[in-house]
């Protein structure tokens, strides 16, 4: 074998072993995520708030047969209550029945980043999954973390229990002006 057959081969495996150690590194990553890194997060009055992240079957489909295992989002200030929730395939504007739910409010730190791990997997079918924090404030605060957008769609989903009882995208409840993704991410495992 020549010097530059040498060469060439310990180039090849270590690019082999670079290209083995990057994919490795991937699986760390969320497999459902909107938001592009957290940034602050809006002011609710006080009340009882859903936001949500919905994926739909082109995000599910690939995951399907797995199991949604983690939720992750972001803190800002703590609320005076924080619920994890999973729901599942309802409308494009409504999550469907739930599927998990558990408080989380003693295990969430503010100003950080806080991992759920799901007591009960979710099945992972090709259906919308609707990944949500539940927040109740006694005062106006900011809690639920957002980057600074632009928004994707589903990335923005709220419900106001208090005040309206609807499901409307961020956007449209601020006529454009603010325009995010929730912190939200789930993670899936066989």
């Known amino acids: 074998?020549?010097?530059?057959?040498?060469?060439?081969?310990?180039?090849?495996?270590?690019?082999?072993?670079?290209?083995?150690?990057?994919?490795?590194?991937?699986e760390n990553l969320p497999d459902f995520q909107y938001d592009r890194g957290s940034n602050t997060a809006p002011f609710f009055e006080p009340g009882t708030y859903e936001a949500a992240?919905?994926?739909?079957p082109v995000q599910t489909g690939p995951?399907?047969?797995?199991?949604l295992t983690d939720i992750e989002f972001f803190i800002v200030n703590?609320?005076?209550?924080?619920?994890?929730?999973?729901?599942?395939?309802?409308?494009?504007?409504?999550?469907?029945?739930?599927?998990?739910?558990a408080a989380v409010t003693g295990n969430i730190s503010a100003n950080n980043w806080?991992?759920?791990?799901?007591s009960t997997?979710?099945?992972?079918?090709?259906?919308?999954?609707?990944?949500?924090?539940?927040?109740?404030?006694?005062?106006?605060?900011?809690?639920?973390?957002?980057?600074?957008?632009?928004?994707?769609?589903?990335?923005?989903?709220?419900l106001d229990e208090a005040g309206d009882g609807e499901w409307l995208t961020y956007r449209a409840r601020t006529a454009d002006v603010v325009n995010i993704n929730w912190n939200i991410r789930g993670y899936a495992a066989p």
Not at 53 to 56: M, S
Not at 114 to 118: E, G, P
């Open 1 to 26: 074998m020549t010097k530059h057959h040498c060469l060439l081969m310990i180039c090849l495996v270590g690019f082999l072993l670079l290209t083995a150690a990057c994919g490795k590194d991937d």
């Open 53 to 56: 992240a919905r994926f739909t």
């Open 63 to 67: 995951f399907e047969g797995e199991k």
């Open 78 to 101: 703590l609320p005076t209550s924080c619920e994890v929730k999973v729901y599942g395939q309802g409308t494009p504007t409504t999550p469907g029945d739930l599927l998990y739910s």
């Open 114 to 118: 806080n991992t759920h791990t799901l």
């Open 121 to 158: 997997p979710v099945n992972i079918t090709s259906e919308d999954l609707w990944l949500v924090v539940r927040v109740i404030h006694d005062s106006r605060t900011n809690s639920v973390g957002c980057d600074p957008g632009p928004a994707v769609s589903n990335g923005d989903w709220l």
